[in-house]
């Protein structure tokens, strides 16, 4: 299992980079804005708001950190890391939920579904160990 659970790990960590390459900076962030926006008017899920400098600046800072938190991933993969990432998977998709909640593009629709499955599969080894209590329960091997 362990294995198998650290090839999700990566497959998420590379599927990170792929996806979050372009809001690393103010510049690939804007083509990707206004990407995402026209494919979201094309297929009727709706575009997204103008770009301004403080929404730049919070994408940006999100693309920065999780560019680097998928390199630790890819290049160190610990199951500690798979039970992190899925806590965060969980919190994006809260906060991906309350988003669409409150009108957002529904193209966010794709990006939570991918949240959610890699989310649950960094997880539910874990809560497996857990529930497990307390003959096989390890903090650092799911």
Partial sequence: MTKNYL??????????LVVTAGFATPWTYALLHDALSAVGTAVGLGGFP???PLQSLYA?????????????RVTR?????????????????????YALGHGVSGIL????????????LQLV????RVTAWPSSVCPTEP
């Fill in 109 to 120: 629709w794709g990006f939570l579904a991918v949240e959610v499955t890699f989310g649950l």
């Fill in 7 to 16: 090839r999700v790990v990566r497959i998420s960590a590379w599927y990170d």
């Fill in 60 to 72: 940006t800072l999100m693309g920065s950190v999780v560019l680097i938190w998928a390199l630790l």
């Fill in 125 to 128: 080894p874990w809560a497996r």
């Fill in 50 to 52: 103008p770009l301004d």
């Fill in 77 to 97: 993969t610990l199951p500690i890391h798979g039970l992190l990432d899925g806590i965060a998977r969980m919190l994006f998709s809260t906060w991906f939920a």
